[in-house]
């Protein structure tokens, strides 16, 4: 069974430094294929994807947030942690970890975790 | 970035309706599209991958059609768990973008 779980702090000040690590079980980031994709919604709002890592530890960034963003995995823990620099309010969402499956024909987000709502306050 | 659209970017409708929903890419990605449910304060749940497979346990009333740069949502007959937001979602290239959702509720 294949479930992820994000952890991370409920409010950060702006300017901080944000930092979410999300725990993942029922498959290995070392697996060829396998990627964790993070993802964030404002409140109210559309799905914004912002990075991904590879079992290869390929790394694709959010083209307007890649000077921000830095992922990264610990294959023995079975974690992924995403860094976000210099927050701001409009940072405030929740943000997704979530399994990427790609085949030769189709690439998609088959599991995803619950979710974790970061507010950006002083 | 590859740009998504949907339309309409809300609809009202009654169980037992068919309802359509259209999205749009700003190119051509072929057949990767996919189309993913979200209820009130939860994760999005997949339900349709590569434009028209249908992911394991969604129910068949939902479809997907479509490729090149215009995709089409069908449900054929609202349920009343299917009030939600619904996405598209293109996978062609990195970095990957969703549409702005499209809304169902009750009429």
């Known amino acids: 069974q294949v479930t992820l779980r994000e952890s991370g702090p409920a409010l950060v000040k702006p300017t901080q430094t944000l930092t979410l690590t999300c725990t993942f079980s029922?498959?290995?980031?070392?697996?060829?294929?396998?990627?964790v994709t993070w993802i964030r919604q404002p409140p109210g709002k559309a799905l914004e994807w912002l990075a991904r890592i590879d079992w290869d530890d390929d790394k694709y960034y959010s083209t307007s947030l890649k000077t921000r963003l830095t992922i990264s995995k610990d294959t023995s823990k079975n974690q992924v942690v995403l860094t976000m620099t210099n927050m701001d309010p409009v940072d405030t969402a929740t943000y997704y970890c979530?399994?990427?499956?790609?085949?030769?024909?189709?690439?998609?987000?088959?599991?995803w975790g619950q979710g974790i709502l970061v507010t950006v306050s002083s | 970035d590859i740009q998504m659209t949907q339309s309409p970017s809300s609809l009202s409708a009654s169980v037992g309706d068919r309802v359509t929903i259209t999205c749009r890419a700003s190119?051509?990605?072929?057949?990767?599209l996919n189309w993913y449910q979200q209820k009130s304060g939860k994760a999005p749940k997949l339900l349709i991958y590569?434009?028209?497979s249908l992911q394991s346990g969604v129910p068949s009333r939902f479809s997907g059609s479509g490729s090149g740069t215009d995709f089409t949502l069908t449900i054929s007959s609202l349920q009343p768990e299917d009030f939600a937001t619904y996405y598209c979602?293109?996978?062609?290239?990195?970095?990957?973008?969703f549409g702005p959702g499209t809304k169902v509720d009750v009429k």
């Open positions: 590569a434009a028209s």
């Open positions: 979602q293109q996978s062609y290239t990195t970095p990957r973008t």
């Open positions: 979530t399994r990427r499956i790609a085949t030769r024909t189709a690439d998609y987000f088959d599991y």
């Open positions: 029922g498959f290995s980031l070392s697996t060829s294929g396998m990627c």
């Open positions: 190119q051509s990605i072929s057949s990767y």
